[in-house]
């Protein structure tokens, strides 16, 4: 399976705002609205941040927001702050797979 | 509240055989699929599979077919992971997830996670 493409690292001041964009094909980003985004901390379980592109949890604050144009996804954080430091991971139904495809993961790194 | 509580870390060698477990709380949960992610050490995640947990119906990745093998126990509210011959390749981290799909299955996605299961299959 060919992971989606995130850029690896992306860094921020605390009250900056960020977005990291996610880069698959017409077989799973640019095909579905399924798109959903997860945050890990470090020896943690991933966390639902959003699902379908631009929806959210209950509970996931509103600094986090998701869109989609063609075949990227983005998740933007406004207001960064100091907990936001963790990984983030797209994911993207993949009809090719009939099954889910993650991206490679970005390191988020808060200044 | 939604619970999935995984089974604890395990270390085999190669050649065993291995099954780890996932018990769902919380909810109905002959009502929703369950899906098995992995994450070897310091990389990223990947997708195995999923499994109904009302009738067993499963679909594996097309990279995991043949290697793992998905089963559920309604009695117990619990679905498993097995390995028949683990390979040094297959030590990680294996999550379960509860796959939230209003419509068909590909629409959905992962609200709950267990904490997780490291493998270490080493000599």
């Known amino acids: 399976q060919s992971a989606l493409t995130q850029p690896a690292s992306v860094s921020g001041s605390p009250g900056q705002s960020i977005t990291i964009s996610c880069t698959g094909t017409?077989?799973?980003?640019?095909?579905?609205?399924?798109v959903s985004w997860y945050q890990q901390h470090p020896g943690k379980a991933p966390k639902l941040m959003i699902y379908?592109?631009?929806n959210r949890p209950s509970g996931v604050s509103n600094r986090f927001s998701g869109s989609k144009s063609g075949n990227t996804a983005s998740l933007t954080i406004s207001g960064l702050q100091a907990e936001d430091e963790a990984d983030y991971y797209c994911?993207?139904?993949?009809?090719?797979?009939?099954?889910?495809?993650f991206g490679r993961g970005t390191k988020l790194t808060v200044l | 509240e939604v619970q999935l509580v995984q089974s604890g870390a395990e270390v085999k060698k190669p050649g065993e055989s291995l099954k780890i477990s996932c018990k769902g709380s919380?909810?109905?949960?002959?009502?929703?699929?369950i899906g098995w992610v992995r994450q070897m050490p310091g990389k990223d995640l990947e997708w195995l599979g999923i499994?109904?947990?009302?009738?067993?119906?499963?679909r594996y990745s097309p990279s995991f077919q043949g290697q793992v093998t998905m089963s559920v126990d309604k009695s117990i509210n619990t679905v498993y992971l097995q390995w028949h011959s683990l390979q040094a390749s297959h030590t990680a981290i294996y999550y379960c997830?509860?796959?939230?799909?209003?419509?068909?299955?590909?629409?959905?996605?992962?609200?709950?996670w267990g904490q997780g299961t490291l493998v270490t299959v080493s000599t």
């Open positions: 994911q993207s139904y993949d009809r090719s797979l009939t099954g889910w495809v």
């Open positions: 017409s077989s799973d980003v640019g095909g579905y609205n399924y």
């Open positions: 379908e592109v631009s």
């Open positions: 499994i109904y947990s009302g009738d067993s119906e499963t």
């Open positions: 997830a509860r796959l939230m799909a209003p419509g068909a299955y590909f629409s959905g996605w992962y609200d709950y």
């Open positions: 919380g909810y109905r949960f002959t009502s929703y699929w």
